[in-house]
């Protein structure tokens, strides 16, 4: 009569790792552990990069946006002039309201600002441009634009002219002192109309936002230059409102409104502005999470190929073993360590891989782009100017648990079929 014996018990594995190290004459084996093994790795390797990058593409994505643009917009819907018929959407009580604003709880920052669209020109060369009117102090506050690792010039400099993108000056081949000449449609007042107005400012600051749309059409001039530039006559276009936590900026919403107390107004998120996208982009991650699971899955189906091919090969151990008390818990323990001990493996060199690939991803697209022969990676396309990787500890305990569990649920099935082989039909022709 089989005796039972301690589940995982020392013998166990000592037979499992005989097995796993298979004779030459069983090369077969041996080379569909190995396939499962290298299987394995790549699926997890390819699952760990796939989702530090996705989580480095959203974090990078939101960083810039949130590091360049308001958290929450403060803007007014219009008020008819009722003999012009023309509708003014300006603030012009925009001191008191930003005051109002900057009372709420969990507003960090509230700064007026001044918008307009120019024709911006330099050496020959021209280019439209968003200007932000903003006084300096608020500024100094962005920190996407106010990074002096990214930037150039002088930032106190800014009461003496204007800062630009980095794309605006490659654009129109200006840099720090040059002159740059700004042509808005709306312009001077005269008796015959309005014309355009013209005038030229020097290159103070040169930031570098992160984001290719930013760098390229943005420009900052102080406020009360905006203002006289843009006929608003003391009156600001919106209110930019930074917060404390960006990602709840809705529950917000409701406060801001009722502290601008201004007619027909309104405020605009910056999940509002990039909702779309963000929503795309989680489509897509979860897409690819599933993809790359099936891939998962495929790698863990050579495990079974390998047990089934060595449960035939051992049919006659098998049978001695049973026949010397061996349990069929027993045997089952066998083979399942066989199939799991080459799952664990490979992903533990998976995650290695990947977690290499993160960290090092950099100087690895630089190789890729190399060999490419540049422009891999296009900015003006991508928004952004490499290819970023996040390693979180959320993503790898997902992919160390899919790979695992689908190692271990798969190992189960030939594992069974060898406990439950008669001995005597296995040592039948033997």
């Known amino acids: 009569m089989a005796r039972r014996t301690v589940p995982f018990a020392r013998f166990e594995w000592m037979i499992a790792w005989r097995y796993l190290r298979a004779k030459r004459a069983e090369g077969g084996v041996s080379v569909m552990t190995w396939i499962s093994l290298i299987g394995i790795t790549l699926a997890v390797f390819a699952l760990i990069a796939t989702l530090a990058v996705r989580s ?254 060595l449960v035939k090969n051992k049919g006659r151990d098998i049978g001695i073993l049973r026949t010397m008390g061996l349990t069929e818990g027993a045997v089952l323990r066998i083979f399942f360590i066989c199939g799991a001990f080459t799952g664990v493996i490979g992903t533990v060199m998976g995650v290695v891989l990947g977690c290499l690939f993160a960290i090092y991803i950099d100087p690895i697209f630089s190789f890729v782009n190399y060999v490419a022969g540049g422009g891999v990676w296009d900015p003006s396309v991508r928004g952004i100017y490499a290819l970023p990787a996040e390693l979180q500890l959320g993503d790898v305990i997902s992919a160390v648990a899919l790979s695992l569990g689908l190692s271990f649920v798969v190992t189960i099935f030939p594992a069974r079929r060898a406990a439950r082989m008669n001995p005597v039909e296995a040592l039948r022709y033997e």
């Open 56 to 309: 480095g593409f959203r974090t990078e994505f939101v960083d810039t946006i949130l590091g360049a643009n308001a958290h929450v917009t403060v803007y007014s819907g219009g008020v008819e002039d009722a003999e012009t018929g023309i509708v003014d959407r300006s603030l012009p009580d925009y001191t008191a309201m930003a005051e109002r604003v900057r009372e709420v709880d969990g507003v960090t920052r509230v700064a007026p600002l001044v918008k307009g669209q120019v024709m911006a020109t330099a050496n020959g060369r021209n280019t439209g441009l968003e200007v932000f009117g903003i006084a300096q102090a608020d500024l100094e506050t962005i920190p996407r634009i106010a990074d002096p690792e990214t930037a150039r010039g002088d930032i106190d400099s800014f009461a003496e002219g204007i800062a630009i993108g980095s794309g605006v000056a490659r654009e129109l081949n200006v840099g720090l002192g040059d002159q740059v000449r700004l042509i808005s449609p709306d312009g001077v007042k005269t008796a015959f109309g309005t014309s355009p107005r013209v005038k030229a400012y020097d290159v103070v600051y040169i930031f570098t936002a992160g984001r290719y749309d930013i760098d390229r059409t943005r420009a900052y001039m102080p406020f009360e230059e905006a203002q006289l530039y843009f006929n608003r006559d003391d009156a600001a276009d919106e209110l930019e409102v930074m917060v404390e936590d960006p990602e709840e900026v809705d529950g917000i919403v409701p406060s801001v409104l009722r502290a601008a107390e201004g007619p027909n107004t309104y405020a605009w998120t910056w999940q509002d502005a990039s909702g779309g996208f963000l929503r795309a982009l989680e489509i897509e991650d979860n897409v690819m999470f599933v993809i790359l699971s099936v891939l998962v899955l495929i790698a863990a189906m050579n495990i079974v190929s390998g047990l089934i091919m």
